[in-house]
């Protein structure tokens, strides 16, 4: 599974370690789906696409990215 939790969380600025917390996960955890190592529960991809005001498929797709550049 592909997604943009690095870039949005750059984008807004916040660390690895205060998502997690605001989400209710440790920070290794964000750390292992962010490196694409750990797919996400349904449950959890919503949350972090609700917390960053975003459609999930904004953040994971099984498909590659297109660059945003």
Known sequence: MHNRLAV?????????RKLA???GI???TMGYLERGEYAPSL???LRIARWFGVPVESVFS???????I
């Open 43 to 45: 449950h959890l991809a």
């Open 21 to 23: 917390e605001e989400l």
């Open 8 to 16: 949005l969380r750059a984008a807004r600025g916040v660390t690895r």
């Open 62 to 68: 099984l498909d590659e990215f297109p660059p945003l």
């Open 26 to 28: 440790h920070y290794q």
